[in-house]
């Protein structure tokens, strides 16, 4: 890897590493726990009995066991991407498009992620930065796709030598 090449000392690429179509498959891996879920949905004031009711989900509905809450998901499927793309180069996340959640999460299950670059653009506004759009991919330990969003990232471009 060139002088050029090198990633941010944190580890993170700069806008001018990623090729549309790159794709990561993350080394991270996670189990997710009843803490995780009863702290975010605690964090996030929210009293859903489908993330925290053992007695409810049991009784009421269809899964049996309490679901993984989604936005814990969606952040853990981000989070997971980060030391392999963008660590300390981001600027700002812009926006997070066609979340969805295929497939339930539970407690004991284990979360692996993939990231695909779908584009990149550079920036109308600022020269030192770009535009990068992410495809992440989360799956259980049986391979099922548990949640996907696409995700759009303002990055560092490298300082350009004058």
Not at 24 to 51: A, G, I, W, Y
Not at 78 to 107: C, H, K, Q, W, Y
Request: with cysteine.
């Amino acid at each position: 890897m060139s002088a050029k090449s090198e990633p941010h000392p944190r580890g993170g690429l700069y806008f001018e590493d990623f090729e549309a179509d790159a794709f990561f498959e993350h080394r991270l891996t996670r189990t997710v726990t009843q803490m995780d879920n009863m702290l975010f949905s605690n964090m996030t004031l929210n009293p859903q009995p489908l993330h925290i009711d053992a007695h409810f989900c049991a009784t009421e509905t269809e899964w049996g066991r309490p679901l993984m809450n989604s936005l814990f998901t969606l952040g853990l499927m981000i989070g997971i991407s980060v030391n392999d793309t963008t660590l300390g180069t981001t600027i700002a996340n812009l926006g997070m498009t066609e979340v969805r959640f295929p497939a339930p999460l539970f407690e004991g299950d284990t979360i692996r992620c993939t990231t695909r670059v779908l584009s990149k653009r550079t920036s109308r506004s600022r020269p030192d930065a770009g535009i990068v759009e992410f495809l992440h991919s989360a799956f259980n330990q049986e391979g099922t796709l548990v949640a996907e969003c696409k995700r759009q990232a303002f990055m560092k471009r490298r300082q350009i030598e004058v």
